[in-house]
């Protein structure tokens, strides 16, 4: 069964950093994109962050270009989303995300998610 698992939100400042984690299991983690979702309040799920299987190739959405880095570690089974420089509108939760499909996970339709977790960016 395949299982992500996310970790690293919480409550920071304007200008702060934080670093989410997503641990993967149950399936070859090596052979897909892995990506990061949120979901602001009263809004739909838009995707942040996509890093491709050998992770070369990555992608962000324009609103964190410049400050969000995404990175994995496939002897880990991991992937990493570096977030700095945070603003309120950050605020949101962070769902990781995997498929064999780079435009699945930017479509918000990946077959794998974790169960998210949340961040909050306010003074």
């Known amino acids: 069964e395949a299982l992500l698992v996310e970790s690293g939100g919480g409550l920071v400042q304007p200008g702060g950093s934080l670093r989410l984690s997503c641990a993967a299991s149950?399936?070859?983690?090596?052979?897909?994109?892995i990506g990061w979702v949120r979901q602001r309040p009263g809004k739909g799920p838009e995707w942040v962050s996509v890093?491709?299987?050998?992770?070369?190739?990555?992608r962000y959405a324009d609103f964190v270009k410049g400050r969000f880095t995404i990175s994995r570690d496939n002897a880990k089974n991991t992937v990493s989303l570096q977030m700095d420089v945070l603003k309120p509108e950050d605020t949101a939760d962070y769902y990781c995300?995997?498929?064999?499909?780079?435009?699945?996970?930017?479509?918000?339709?990946?077959?794998?998610w974790g169960q998210g977790t949340q961040v909050t960016v306010s003074s």
């Open positions: 149950g399936f070859t983690f090596t052979r897909k994109p």
């Open positions: 890093v491709s299987p050998g992770g070369v190739t990555k």
């Open positions: 995300a995997a498929d064999r499909s780079y435009q699945h996970i930017l479509a918000g339709r990946a077959d794998y």
